[in-house]
């Protein structure tokens, strides 16, 4: 039954995402629902009884959904403090050399990560997916005021570690969602047992594909940077069957591993077929702007996903490959890495292709009746805009942005 309204929020401009801007509007809201969002007059006239709260010189939007992070990384900062000098490989060497020195799931890793999901929350982020290792993510979730999908994720490319594996994945419950690190380190058969498992429990499936170039060499050629650093690792046993698909999209493809719940994260190195396939199967892509940036990895082909019909998720992903985990910012260096792409556009990867690859598609991501009345009250530009300008405003301003919220209430 559709709730009655018992508030009007009102601004000069709301953002419904879904449908064009409209100026002097008004989000009717009752039982933490919405149920409406017209001009505000129109509301007025339709929900007499219900009390109008004004705010001047702001805009409502949705809130905002982070689609791939790793926020038990978040006390391994030190890698970001300084720009990137070193190969991909190198980075996830000192990665783990320092996660080794200062521990994965200790006090201070514990600390860091509650700072960074609250603050995500205070900069308007209701849901976010959270990639870890530990058990934080699960802990991060129960105090995490929206939705924290936390993902325990899988890795080991050698056949050695495939039973070791597969027997702790079978003794998994069914509430703890399960994920793939990437192709490129692990085994294709977990892979497809951890797929499987997902789709039995309609979980996201989340996973690293086509960060580095290099994840393509040893696909299609079992050699380039990747097969050499996990040969000097021991973790390379020639059990891995190169030349059998085109590129990381392929090989996901090929395996079986693509569906509408699979959330392909930072998806760079991808060709127009495999974009094509993506679009054809109703798998999801998440975008890593700013960490992409930091690595030196390259930038997603943004306009090629826009015109297969793919609107991707925006992720911070974590502290140790990017220096500042925020939504605002990565909207920011999209706009400027992809001048071509419109800025609603890009507001609408931040809000409703998040919402759409985590599954929360029907709660979240827009402002339509039916959702949950959680708003954003961001301040507008100071001087007259049009509903570009707006636009402009949101997805340019950065990580300074702060904005207000009307109450969660998931
Ligand atoms: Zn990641």
Same mark, same amino acid.
């Given at each position: 039954m559709t709730p009655v309204p018992t508030c009007i929020h009102a601004a000069p401009w709301v953002v419904p995402v879904c449908s064009p801007i409209i100026a002097e509007g008004g989000v009717a809201v009752g039982d933490g629902r919405i149920v409406a969002v017209d001009v505000l007059p129109r509301l007025q006239q339709l929900y007499p009884q219900a009390e109008v709260r004004m705010y001047p010189g702001s805009i409502l939007t949705p809130a905002l959904v982070n689609g791939h992070t790793h926020l038990e990384l978040s006390h391994l900062a030190a890698l970001t403090a300084t720009a990137m000098t070193d190969r991909f490989t190198d980075w996830i060497s000192r990665l783990l050399q320092l996660?080794? @020195?200062? #521990?994965?799931? #200790?006090?201070? *890793?514990?600390?860091?990560?509650? /700072?960074? *999901?609250?603050? !995500? +929350?205070?900069?308007?982020?209701s849901a976010l997916c959270d990639i870890g290792n530990t058990s934080m993510g699960g802990r991060l979730a129960d105090l995490f005021p929206g939705y924290l999908l936390a993902c325990?994720? +899988? /890795? &080991?490319?050698? *056949?050695?570690? /495939?039973?070791?594996?597969? $027997?702790?994945l079978g003794l998994e419950p069914p509430q703890v969602r399960c994920c &793939?690190?990437?192709? +490129?380190?692990?085994?294709?058969?977990?892979?497809?047992?951890?797929?499987e498992r997902a789709r039995a429990l309609e979980h996201v499936f989340s996973i690293h594909t086509a960060e580095p170039a290099a994840e393509a060499d040893m696909i299609r050629e079992g050699r380039g940077e990747l097969v050499d650093f996990i040969r000097q690792r021991g973790?390379?046993?020639?059990?891995?069957?190169?030349? !059998?698909?085109? &590129?990381? @999209?392929?090989y996901l493809y090929d395996l &079986?591993?693509?569906?509408?719940? $699979?959330?392909?994260?930072? *998806?760079?190195?991808?060709?127009?077929?495999?974009?094509?396939?993506m679009a054809g199967e109703g798998s999801k892509v998440c975008l890593c702007s700013g960490s992409n940036r930091f690595l030196g990895v390259g930038t997603a082909p943004v306009a090629r996903y826009l015109d297969h019909g793919i609107l991707p998720a925006l992720g911070t992903d974590s502290l140790a490959s990017n220096p500042e985990l925020s939504l605002w910012r990565e909207m920011s260096i999209l706009a400027e890495d992809h001048p071509e792409i419109e800025a609603a556009e890009i507001f609408a990867m931040a809000t409703l292709g998040g919402a759409e690859a985590l599954g929360l598609g029907r709660v979240l991501g827009t402002l339509e009746a039916g959702k949950a009345a959680d708003l954003l009250i961001v301040p507008s530009p100071p001087s007259p805009v049009d509903p570009k300008g707006i636009m402009t405003h949101l997805v340019t301003a950065g990580p300074a942005m702060s904005p207000d919220r009307i109450a969660f209430r998931g």
């Open positions: 996660r080794e @020195i200062l #521990g994965a799931d #200790g006090e201070p *890793a514990w600390q860091a990560a509650r /700072l960074v *999901a609250d603050r !995500q +929350y205070q900069s308007g982020v325990k994720e +899988y /890795l &080991g490319l050698a *056949a050695w570690t /495939l039973e070791k594996n597969l $027997t702790r &793939g690190h990437a192709p +490129y380190s692990t085994h294709p058969r977990l892979l497809q047992r951890l797929k973790f390379w046993d020639n059990s891995f069957v190169s030349g !059998q698909s085109d &590129g990381s @999209i392929h &079986g591993l693509l569906d509408e719940q $699979t959330l392909c994260v930072h *998806a760079i190195h991808v060709t127009e077929e495999e974009m094509r396939i």
